[in-house]
């Protein structure tokens, strides 16, 4: 059974960074699309990025694009969110989610848009950006 853990959230001024790390531990399938999202109080929760085991051009929404980098390490089971230059509007909790049905990152792309088809979700970590 995987399990997903997030890590690194915390309480930054705008302009500032922060690190997401999503652990992956268990029989992780060779198939895999991680994705992260991220809910504010309030709103409806948003696909902000995704990143496939096939190794193809990860994705990330266009809200974020040019600040937020995914990245996953296949040796420590990570898959981490590089987030920089925050805004206040980036506040949110922000979870990771995998999906195992396929590595085509084009199918990645689009369960990230939609939220849909993931099967296993961390707990989240809080985002707090101040202004």
């Known amino acids: 059974q995987v399990q997903l853990v997030e890590s690194g959230g915390g309480s930054v001024q705008a302009g500032g960074s922060l690190r997401l790390s999503c652990q992956i531990s268990?029989?992780?399938?060779?198939?895999?699309?991680v994705g992260w999202f991220r809910q504010a109080p309030g709103k409806e929760r948003e696909g902000v990025a995704g990143?496939?085991?096939?190794?193809?051009?990860?994705y990330a929404t266009d809200s974020v694009l040019g600040r937020f980098t995914i990245s996953q390490d296949g040796a420590k089971s990570t898959v981490d969110l590089q987030m920089n230059n925050l805004k206040p509007v980036d506040t949110a909790m922000y979870y990771c989610?995998?999906?195992?049905?396929?590595?085509?990152?084009?199918?990645?792309?689009?369960?990230?848009?939609?939220?849909?088809?993931?099967?296993?979700w961390g707990q989240g970590t809080q985002v707090t950006v101040s202004s």
């Open positions: 989610a995998a999906a195992f049905r396929s590595n085509n990152y084009l199918d990645c792309r689009r369960w990230v848009r939609s939220g849909e088809g993931f099967g296993v």
């Open positions: 990143i496939s085991s096939s190794g193809g051009p990860p």
């Open positions: 268990g029989h992780m399938v060779r198939d895999y699309c």
